[in-house]
C-alpha cells in the first residue's frame, strides 16, 4: 500500500467511533472508564466532552463527526454511565472522583493539554478541573450549567434520579428518556434514537438505563450546607480559570438563569456567552447552528470566533 493510499485509509476513518476503556481508582477500588474516540489517535490537539448527570458520552456523536478532522476527539461515559463500571461504593459518586477521573484519561491520552466541551454535570467537573494549578483545559465550553443551580431545576432532577424504571422495549425506553430529555430542544424521532438507545440495555426480559441508581445517593444526602459549600468552590474556580470560557445557555433553562451567566461573565477572567433560542436544559449540539456555536469558540470560525 503506498503512502497516499494510507493517508487516505485514516482520513477515511474519521468520522468512525473507536471504543476504549482505561483504568482509574476511588478510595473503595479500582474501575474502568469507557470512552469513545473520534479523529486521528495521533493528533495531540484533544477536545474532551463530558456529558450530563444521567446520559453518556454518545450524546455527542454528532458533534465528535463536525470536529474529527480538526481534532481528536474523546468522549467518555463518566463513572456509573453508559459502558463504563459501576463504583463500589456510591458515596463516592461526586465532582472530586469525576475530575480524578479525568486526570486519569488525560494521562492516558498522552496529552498536555485540552479542549473541554461539558454539558451541565460534565460543565461542573470541567470547572473544578479549569481551576486547579497547572490545569490541562486550554478552552473550555460550559453548556448550560454555572456553579449555582436553581432549586427547580434540583426538585425535577430529584423526581426521577435514581428510581427504578423499566420498559417493555427498546423503543418504550428511548421515548421515556425523551420525555425526561424534552427541554434539550425539538429534536426527531431519529435523533432521540441517536442518543437515548446508548442510555438502555436489556436485562431478564426487560429494558432499563444503564447508570448505576447508586449515583443518586450523593445527591439526596446532601445537606443545605454541603450545597452551599459546593457552589462557593465552584465561583472560586471559576474565578480562578485564565483561559478562555465560554458558557451556553438554553432560552428556557430551568437550571442556568440569565442572572447566574451573568454573574460568571462578571466574576470570569475571560468569560462569553451566548444563548441558544427554542431550547432549555440543555441545548443537544445536535443541529448545524449549535454545532456552530462550538466551531466559533474552539475553531474561530465565524461571528464571535476566539
Not at 470547572?127 to 449555582?148: F, S
Request: aromatic content about 8%; proline content about 7%.
Amino acid at each position: 500500500m503506498t503512502a497516499s493510499i494510507v493517508v487516505e485509509a485514516v482520513h477515511s476513518d474519521l468520522s468512525e467511533p473507536r471504543q476504549r476503556f482505561v483504568q482509574c481508582a476511588s478510595p473503595a477500588g479500582l474501575h474502568r472508564i469507557a470512552y469513545t474516540e473520534w479523529g486521528d489517535p495521533a493528533n495531540p490537539r484533544v477536545l474532551l466532552c463530558v456529558h450530563g448527570l444521567t446520559r453518556s458520552g454518545r450524546d455527542f456523536d454528532k458533534l465528535a463527526q463536525a470536529f474529527a478532522r480538526d481534532y481528536r476527539v474523546v468522549c467518555p461515559d463518566v463513572v456509573g454511565r453508559g459502558l463504563s463500571d459501576w463504583l463500589a461504593d456510591p458515596r463516592y459518586y461526586g465532582v472530586p472522583q469525576y475530575v480524578a477521573d479525568m486526570v486519569t484519561l488525560i494521562a492516558r491520552l498522552n496529552v498536555e493539554t485540552v479542549d473541554w466541551f461539558g454539558t451541565s454535570m460534565g460543565g461542573l467537573i470541567g470547572m473544578a478541573l479549569g481551576g486547579l494549578p497547572n490545569t490541562p483545559i486550554r478552552k473550555m465550553l460550559l453548556n448550560d450549567v454555572g456553579p449555582h443551580i436553581e432549586p427547580i431545576a434540583l426538585q425535577r432532577i430529584g423526581d426521577y434520579l435514581g428510581r427504578p424504571a423499566r420498559f417493555a422495549s427498546l423503543d418504550e425506553g428511548v421515548r421515556h428518556a425523551a420525555a425526561l430529555a424534552s427541554s434539550f430542544g425539538p429534536l426527531t424521532d431519529e435523533e432521540w434514537a441517536s442518543i437515548n438507545t446508548p442510555l438502555l440495555r436489556e436485562r431478564e426480559g426487560a429494558w432499563g438505563f444503564r447508570y448505576d441508581p447508586g449515583i443518586a445517593t450523593p445527591f439526596t444526602s446532601a445537606t443545605d450546607e454541603q450545597n452551599a459549600a459546593g457552589e462557593a468552590f465552584l465561583w472560586r474556580s471559576l474565578a480562578s480559570i485564565e483561559t478562555p470560557v465560554l458558557v451556553v445557555r438554553g432560552e428556557t433553562s430551568d437550571l442556568l438563569s440569565r442572572e447566574t451567566v451573568a454573574q460568571m461573565v462578571e466574576k470570569g477572567q475571560a468569560v462569553t456567552s451566548a444563548e441558544v433560542p427554542g431550547a432549555g436544559h440543555a441545548p443537544a449540539f445536535l443541529v448545524a447552528d449549535q454545532i456552530a456555536i462550538a466551531r466559533g469558540f474552539f475553531l474561530g470560525e465565524g461571528p464571535g470566533g476566539a
